[in-house]
């Protein structure tokens, strides 16, 4: 094969691929937990309490650092923690299978009441901070949540006074807030928390008992409530541990929020079930902050999304230099196409290959990846995990030959796999419109090798002229431009040609907007891409509308310049 890059020195002898896949079981992943005798489950045991009963219980668990804090806790801290927050929403008589929402920054908190909430084998829904009422409302009303745990600063985009299933507001800081309202009593945390007893019996679930909502968006109607089960610990356990390749002396971060599903899978329930080290750090992106984390807390693994590393592409290669980054042995990426340019430019500046891979909230966790000691081919996801079978299918569920376009599907019955749509079980049967098959919505293909490489959403590939164009190939290309800092492409209605390619692109720091810029970079595409695929309009803006996790919103662009409706905007940055 040509064009691979080679795994990296200590990782090339982890179990071979093909191997690992021809004798993967999991049943025998479920021999690692003490439940496969029982039956009786719980997430919460699984990735705390169970190290606090080992020689585990004085490593430390989480690591937190923000602008203003900077902690850690054991996993015998968490244990106790999140147990005495338990006991908080069981004083307050909540259930198993009630709906508790957590509406916060990222802060010690929210990781101990989100362990808390599952305790009592109630389901957990996290939203992002940075919601706005509309979609706090949207997710609040759907899941009939009846506890919220906020602070005082988020408290006026809860419309409480409208949502009669909300029964309490936790607030988790000392704001201002009424004590009681008509039908929701407000509590306060630390008060709580100090009256809670740190003993506490765990709720033990069935395994496919509902344990965690993440609402998502699709390109029409409001969004939906994807529900995982306790079961999902296979996956996100098996998955950390030979995709993230965490080990015993790792210290890992995961840059996502836990409102988005890579920061639960991946951000808690990953690396605690292996033991691990978990980083979280609060506050906003900033190139200095995010390589100075990595410099202090001398991160080993760290997984992120391509807009961050292309953000850290932009700023140059010097910036690496201020910074020590040699405790990096491990790099992910995940959420969006990563560019072959932005994998070139890491293995220059981190002497790492960035480790692509491919799921979606619906799975739970990782489907495709760019498996460690496998040879990377810069552009491609990976291969499908081992235990877990990935096609690319046509209209009628037929698998399509190598080479060819067409539905990236996974054989349904993961483990971590979507149980339902929270109350909408008609959009959840939509997802298998094939039998046997859940269908992602992306359109992929596969190559001789078994490579899966990302063409776009199956509504955003282009077809002009009778060609089929991936806009994400010419976003590629147009990113390998000095000038280029982002790029989204779109189909634009074309009477001669079905659609005409349109790109957007958002310039690096010293360029500017010039009709020569927009040539050079229309002839940058033909000569290396191809002359069907140059973009025959090219708008520069300041800025690309982005979904909090990263991803280039092609619908949104494609709305504002035709003048149509732009549908669900609350997963957009501001
Ligand atoms: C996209 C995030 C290309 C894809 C974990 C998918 C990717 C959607 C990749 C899910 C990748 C995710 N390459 N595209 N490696 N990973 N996607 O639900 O379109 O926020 O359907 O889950 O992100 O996004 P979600």
Redesign the pocket.
């Known amino acids: 094969m040509s064009n691979t890059l080679a795994p990296l020195k200590g990782q090339a002898n982890m179990p071979n691929y093909d191997e690992a896949r021809a004798n993967f079981s999991w049943k025998e992943v479920e021999k690692d937990f003490s439940w496969h005798k029982t039956g009786k489950v719980n997430m919460a045991y699984e990735t705390i309490d169970r190290h606090a009963e080992t020689w585990r219980k004085n490593k430390v668990a989480l690591y937190y650092s923000d602008d203003d804090r900077d902690e850690k806790y054991t996993f015998q801290d968490m244990k106790f923690l999140s147990n005495q927050f338990g006991n908080v929403l069981r004083n307050i008589g909540i259930e198993k299978g009630e709906r508790v929402f957590l509406f916060m920054p990222r802060s010690p908190e929210l990781y101990i009441s989100l362990i808390g909430t599952l305790k009592i084998g109630a389901i957990v829904g996290p939203l992002f901070e940075a919601f706005m009422e509309q979609a706090v409302r949207d997710r609040l009303e759907n899941s009939d949540a009846s506890v919220l745990i906020t602070t005082s600063d988020l408290l006026p985009r809860v419309p409480y006074k409208e949502l009669p299933h909300l029964k309490h507001i936790i607030l988790a800081d000392e704001g201002d807030a009424p004590d009681v309202d008509k039908d929701t009593t407000f509590h306060r945390y630390e008060l709580e928390m100090s009256k809670a007893s740190s003993d506490l019996d765990i709720e033990w679930v069935d395994r496919e008992d509902g344990m965690i909502l993440h609402y998502?968006s699709g390109s029409t109607g409001k969004p939906k409530g994807i529900l995982h089960v306790h079961n999902a610990m296979l996956q996100q356990y098996q998955t950390a541990k030979w995709i993230l390749d965490l080990k015993e002396d790792d210290i890992y971060w995961c840059t996502a929020d836990p409102g988005?599903?890579?920061g639960t899978s991946y951000g808690i329930f990953g690396p605690w079930l292996n033991g691990t080290s978990n980083l979280i750090r609060g506050g906003r992106f900033s190139p200095e902050n995010w390589y100075g984390t990595i410099e202090k807390y001398k991160v080993t693994v760290w997984l992120s999304a391509p807009t961050a590393f292309r953000k850290l592409m932009a700023i140059g290669d010097d910036a690496t230099k201020d910074f020590d980054l040699n405790s990096l042995r491990h790099v992910l990426s995940?959420?969006?196409?990563?560019n072959a340019e932005v994998i070139h430019w890491g293995t220059k500046v981190y002497n790492l290959r960035i480790h692509?891979?491919?799921?979606?909230?619906?799975t739970g966790g990782i489907i495709i990846a760019n498996y460690p000691s496998m040879p990377m081919k810069p552009g491609s996801?990976g291969k499908p995990f081992p235990g877990i079978h990935a096609a690319i299918l046509d209209n009628e569920g037929n698998e399509l030959p190598p080479g060819q376009m067409g539905k990236l599907s996974v054989k349904s019955g993961w483990p971590s796999m979507l149980r339902n749509v929270w109350k909408n079980e008609e959009r959840f049967n939509k997802y298998f419109p094939v039998k046997g098959f859940f269908e992602?919505?992306?359109l992929a293909s596969k190559d001789e090798d078994g490579y899966f490489w990302?063409e776009g959403?199956d509504d955003d590939v282009i077809q002009t002229s009778g060609e089929r164009v991936g806009p994400f190939e010419v976003e590629s290309k147009l990113v390998e431009h000095p000038s280029v800092a982002e790029a989204a492409v779109i189909g634009k209605p074309d009477p001669v040609r079905g659609e005409l390619i349109k790109a957007f692109v958002a310039l690096k720091d010293g360029y500017t907007e010039s009709e020569e810029l927009q040539e050079e970079l229309r002839l940058f595409v033909k000569k290396g891409l191809a002359a069907h695929a140059a973009p025959r309009e090219i708008e520069i803006r300041d800025f690309l509308p982005k979904t909090r996790?990263g991803?280039i919103m092609r619908r949104v662009l494609k709305a504002w310049d035709l003048d149509l409706p732009t549908g669900d905007l609350s997963t957009m940055e501001e």
């Not at 995940?334 to 990563?338: A, C, D, T, W, Y």
């Not at 692509?356 to 619906?362: A, F, G, I, Q, V």
């Open positions: 998502t988005w599903v890579t995940v959420g969006e196409p990563l692509d891979h491919w799921w979606m909230t619906e996801m992602s919505g992306d990302f959403r996790s991803k």
